[in-house]
C-alpha cells in the first residue's frame, strides 16, 4: 500500500512541477512579445520617413512624397507577432480558469502575478474565475479573486452573474462573500434572479440570506410552487442561528 501511496505523490509532483515549467516558458514568450510589438518594424519606421524619388530626404517641400522602402506581403518571412501574443495569452488565460476549477489558489496567485487576467472568460459559457469559484463553492478562491481585482457582478453569456450560479448551487459561504461585497441581490436576466434560483433548488439557507439582504420576493414565487418562497418570507426576521 505503501509504495502505491508514494508512487501517486511522486506522479503528482511532476506533474505540477511540469505545469508550471510550461507557464513559466509560456509568461516569459508572453513578455518577449509584447516587448517586439512594441518596437516597430523597418517597413514601418521608413514609412514615416518623407523622401524624394531621387533618394535624398525632402526637408523643404511640403508636399508628402514619401514611399515605404519595405513592404508587407502575404508571403512575408516576418512572424505575426500580435497573432502568437494573443495565441499565447490565451493559454495563460485558460490555464488560470483551469486552476480556477481545481481550486488551486497558490497557483491562481502566480498566474495573476504573473499577467493573467483576473476577469478572463471562457470562450463557451463566458464564465470567470469568479463564476468558476461561485459555482463550485470555492469561497477563499473568491475572496481572493476579488481582493485582486475581479468583477464580482461579471456577466457570462446567459447574462448570469456569479450570486446566480451561488444560489442555484446553494453555495451559503459564497453567497456570504458575493453580499458583503456588494453585489446587487436582485441582479435579472430574462426573469431569472438569485431569489427565483434559490426558490426552484430548494435552497432555504440561500433564500433567507437574500431576503435578509433586501432581495424581492416576486408575488408569482409567493403564490406558486416551489412553496420554498413562503417558507422564505415565515422565517426571514428570524434569526441566523449559523451566527450564534
Known amino acids: 500500500m505503501l509504495p502505491i501511496l508514494l508512487t501517486v505523490v511522486i506522479i503528482s509532483v511532476v506533474v505540477n512541477f511540469g505545469l508550471a515549467i510550461a507557464l513559466t516558458v509560456t509568461i516569459q514568450r508572453l513578455k518577449k512579445l509584447e516587448q517586439e510589438s512594441r518596437t516597430p ?24 512624397e514619401r514611399q515605404p522602402l519595405l513592404q508587407d506581403t502575404p508571403d512575408s518571412s516576418q512572424p505575426n507577432v500580435r497573432q502568437e501574443f494573443e495565441s499565447l495569452r490565451q493559454v495563460q488565460e485558460r490555464s488560470l480558469l483551469q486552476a480556477c476549477r481545481e481550486n488551486r489558489i497558490q497557483l491562481v496567485n502566480w498566474l495573476v502575478h ?3 487576467h483576473v476577469n478572463c472568460s471562457d470562450e463557451k459559457n463566458g464564465e470567470t474565475p469568479a463564476h468558476v469559484a461561485a459555482r463550485f463553492g470555492y469561497e477563499m478562491l473568491l475572496q481572493f479573486l476579488l481582493c485582486s481585482g475581479a468583477d464580482a457582478e461579471a456577466r457570462n453569456k446567459k447574462n448570469l452573474t456569479p450570486l446566480h450560479k451561488a444560489c ?23 426573469n431569472v434572479t ?19 439582504a433586501g432581495a424581492i420576493m416576486d ?20 434569526p441566523d442561528t449559523n451566527e450564534l
Open 41 to 64: 518594424r523597418d517597413g514601418e519606421v521608413a514609412e514615416r520617413l518623407p523622401i524624394q524619388q531621387n533618394g535624398d530626404t525632402n526637408m523643404e517641400s511640403g508636399t508628402d
Open 114 to 116: 504573473s499577467g493573467a
Open 168 to 190: 442555484k448551487y446553494g453555495r451559503e459561504a459564497v453567497v456570504d462573500v458575493l453580499l458583503a461585497a456588494g453585489v446587487d441581490v436582485n441582479a435579472e436576466t430574462n
Open 194 to 212: 438569485p431569489v427565483r434560483l434559490a426558490c426552484q433548488h430548494d435552497h432555504t439557507n440561500v433564500l433567507n440570506k437574500l431576503l435578509r
Open 219 to 238: 408575488a408569482d414565487i409567493t403564490n406558486n410552487p416551489p412553496h420554498l418562497g413562503q417558507r422564505g418570507i415565515q422565517n426571514k426576521n428570524k
